[in-house]
């Protein structure tokens, strides 16, 4: 068995800290949690490399860059107990990391093959306080459900308005939009049913089909 020791503790402090990661709590998670747990095995050799990788389960899912994950989740503002959503979780890297932070998380796939291997690579990992579901993206699983924070593991075309309707009084939804060529990470809260939103930085990601932009004909 490879050990990534070293190359995990070379991405928490080449990447994260050097790129305004901060929170500590993040950074010991980012520490412990093993990243290549959760990456298709065919690219394990760069788990820790600074790019989106393949997360394990075969559907070809992908895992955001660390740096880009560890600004959205930091954005996130997750305390102890905190209803998190995470938005096409993949194998449930993500998931593991604000389980670590103290949050009650849900994660969210549409592909059951996909949960399975989620389901799995959390056991690998000891996590325990992740819940694994199949349904919609886009609309967010339960309807009832409200989360404190919403993470959204891609780029999304148009601002998901489903996702919002599931915030909490105070919760935040931090999400990828924009184009290929022109896209940054967007911060919405929600107070009092009314949402306010800034950028947080520029960044790119996979784009999730579901909440891609319907071609619109002009005559």
Excluded: W
Aim: hydrophobic share 45%.
């Amino acid at each position: 068995m490879v050990d990534f020791s070293h190359a995990r503790r070379a991405m928490v402090d080449g990447q994260l800290r050097t790129n305004d990661v901060t929170n500590s709590d993040l950074l010991d998670a980012f520490t412990l949690v093993p990243r290549d747990i959760f990456v298709d095995p065919a690219e394990q050799s760069i788990a820790y490399a600074d790019r989106a990788v393949t997360a394990s389960g075969g559907v070809g899912r992908q895992m955001l860059a660390p740096m880009c994950l560890g600004r959205m989740i930091q954005a996130a503002e997750i305390k102890p107990g905190a209803q998190v959503l995470d938005v096409a979780g993949g194998a449930g890297y993500g998931a593991a990391l604000m389980a670590h932070l103290g949050a009650d998380v849900t994660l969210l796939e549409e592909e059951a093959v996909q949960a399975d291997a989620a389901k799995a690579a959390l056991k690998r990992a000891g996590v325990d306080s992740v819940s694994v579901v199949v349904g919609p993206l886009a609309t967010g699983g339960k309807k009832s459900a409200k989360y404190d924070a919403i993470l959204v593991n891609g780029r999304c075309e148009m601002v998901p308005d489903a996702l919002l309707k599931k915030l909490a009084d105070g919760g935040r939804l931090i999400v990828i939009t924009g184009s290929a060529i022109s896209s940054g990470v967007r911060v919405f809260t929600c107070s009092d049913g009314v949402f306010g939103e800034k950028r947080l930085m520029s960044a790119g990601g996979p784009l999730l089909s579901v909440f891609s932009r319907v071609a619109e004909f002009v005559f």
